[in-house]
């Protein structure tokens, strides 16, 4: 859409847990992950319902967006650092 | 820039106070007037100050933006009714509201006499009670509008002097959630935004190269350390403006720099 966003990275944790067509729309995580992608921003998904997550962000990458997945379980540190630190 | 305001009609009150080259900048209201432009708004500044409030329109139009100029005293509810019928007359509608136009008031509770309460409690609460009922008055008829109510940080907690600044603003934000209320069943949104210290017109010594105590101070006692620039403001008012917050009303937007987290 426009560029409030452009060259920021950005992560959103709980993301993942819907599509674009799901029954009942997208949560707060996954509208925030379009928007920033309309803004510029590169995305990283992060969710624990990975089958989903993945499948968002293919939909997100097949709309041109600069999206990624990552597994996170928020409760973990161990794989915040993963997930941060590599 | 793009078109989050596009086809919208506002009025910025206190919004000619000065020009783009001004000593100490646009305030709230200017930088607001320009980020709407910007946004594909049609601007209407008003102010008391007719000549700084024409040339700032000038500049606007010389940017190419769509800016007209009218005077207004916002204590005066005979102003507000004439200017309220002139833009319906020659714009149709009222989409967005920002009742900008306020004074400082820095005297404590010993210091401050009845005509400094009075002068201070007329423009900045009186003056947005004023907007926010004939504005509404025409927004109602088209069932829309945006109404954003600049109030302050110390709307919200008190500090060692400013007492009828304190008052007024704190009448600002209270106002607001009634209002939003009120003006729900029409579609109306109001909302206020609190600014912490803010280098503006109305506060030029904040400016001043001499960093006196106060300035230091206040600039120390931010988390962000500094005053908020005049545009961080205009941003968010931009945002309340927009159909992007179009489930936001009744509420305050602070942007201090975190003063009043602490």
């Not at chain 1, 600069?66 to 915040?80: F, G």
């Not at chain 2, 309460?117 to 945006?146: A, E, P």
Request: charged share 25%; aromatic share 10%.
């Amino acid at each position: 859409m426009t560029n409030r966003l452009d060259g920021k990275v950005a992560l959103i944790t709980g993301s993942g847990g819907a599509l674009f067509d799901s029954e009942f729309g997208l949560g707060f995580g996954g509208s925030s992950a379009f928007r920033f992608c309309q803004e510029g921003a590169t995305v990283i998904v992060s969710d624990i319902n990975d089958d989903i997550g993945q499948q968002f962000t293919e939909e997100l990458k097949e709309k041109g967006f600069n999206a990624h997945y990552k597994h996170l379980d928020t409760t973990n540190e161990t794989e915040w650092k993963k997930l941060l630190i590599g | 820039m793009t078109n989050r305001l596009e086809g919208k009609v506002a009025l910025i009150t206190g919004s000619g106070g000065a020009l783009f080259d001004s000593e100490f900048g646009l305030g709230f209201g200017g930088s607001s007037a320009f980020r709407f432009c910007q946004e594909g708004a049609t601007v209407i500044v008003s102010d008391i100050n007719d000549d700084t409030g024409q040339q700032f329109t000038e500049e606007l139009r010389e940017k190419g933006f769509n800016a007209h100029y009218k005077h207004l005293d916002t204590t005066n509810e005979t102003e507000w009714k004439k200017t309220i019928d002139w833009i319906e007359k020659d714009f149709g509608k009222l989409d967005i509201l920002v009742n900008n136009a306020g004074i400082a008031g820095r005297n404590d509770l010993f210091e401050t006499t009845e005509p400094d309460w009075d002068k201070v409690n007329d423009i900045n609460s009186k003056g947005c009670f004023l907007g926010t009922k004939l504005g509404g008055i025409l927004m109602r008829k088209n069932n829309f509008g945006s109404i954003i109510n600049i109030a302050s940080m110390f709307g919200i907690i008190g500090s060692k002097a400013s007492l009828p600044y304190h008052a007024s603003k704190g009448a600002v934000i209270s106002m607001s959630k009634a209002a939003a209320i009120q003006l729900a069943p029409y579609k109306i949104r109001v909302n206020s935004v609190c600014p912490g210290f803010a280098a503006t017109p109305l506060n030029p010594f904040f400016r001043t190269e001499s960093e006196s105590s106060i300035v230091v101070g206040r600039k120390e006692e931010t988390p962000l350390k500094g005053f908020v620039p005049a545009d961080q403001i205009a941003w968010g008012i931009v945002y309340l403006a927009s159909d992007e917050s179009e489930w936001v009303t009744g509420t305050e937007l602070v942007i201090d720099g975190g003063y009043t987290a602490q």
